[in-house]
């Protein structure tokens, strides 16, 4: 029986027609592979029915998903592709064919990216709140930009209030070998491209 054959005595039209992809598993092996998983997935059915590691290419979590496939993990979870989206998978027995099991794939990427996000906020408004004194606060704005932005540097300049030129403040969060004996003068030129908005670059720091 033809992959599309398997497919419309399992699940009908459907299969051909949902913009989620899906896949039918049996016996270690895919069955069918719809034509929203090629899109998504960028491996087309031919390349897919009866491969065998086919998933090793296409998700970074294939260890998580065989799991699931074969009924020995959870029948809902997230499965991270090789190029870094985030799909929620629902496995599950369908039509009562013994051994065949059903794989609906959802494009979660953006939801699991804002949740992430919102729950960074709230560590930084713990991690903020929680500062005893202003170098305290400054030293960790530098620290959660540095996490936020995944930097290799991140600076926070306070001047002096009234003066446009004298530093009241600098903290910094780099990695220590980017500022040998020399970091009295990296603070100077930094800070006055700061002050004046322009950008500053590491790479003019000597």
Not at 143 to 155: I, R, W
């Amino acid at each position: 029986m033809s992959p599309d054959a398997v497919a419309r005595g399992v699940i009908g039209e459907l299969f051909f027609v949902l913009e989620e992809p899906i896949l039918i598993w049996d016996d270690g092996a895919v069955l069918a592979w719809n034509p929203a998983a090629e899109r998504h997935f960028g491996v087309l059915a031919a390349d897919a029915v009866g491969v065998d590691g086919v998933l090793d290419r296409v998700f970074a979590d294939s260890a998580l998903l065989y799991a699931a496939l074969a009924g020995e993990g959870s029948t809902t979870l997230d499965c991270r592709s090789a190029g870094g989206s985030i799909w929620q998978v629902t496995v599950s027995g369908f039509g009562g064919a013994q051994g065949q099991v059903v794989a609906v794939f959802r494009d979660v990427t953006a939801a699991r990216r804002w949740s992430a996000a919102l729950e960074g906020l709230n560590g930084v408004a713990r991690q903020l709140l929680g500062a005893s004194s202003p170098e305290e606060l400054f030293d960790a704005v530098a620290e959660v930009a540095h996490d936020l932005l995944d930097a290799e540097f991140t600076a926070v300049v306070v001047l002096t209030p009234g003066s446009e030129t004298d530093i009241g403040h600098f903290s910094f969060h780099a990695p220590r070998e980017l500022f040998p004996a020399r970091l009295p003068r990296a603070v100077g030129l930094l800070a006055v491209p700061l002050q004046s908005g322009a950008p500053a670059r590491l790479d003019d720091i000597r």
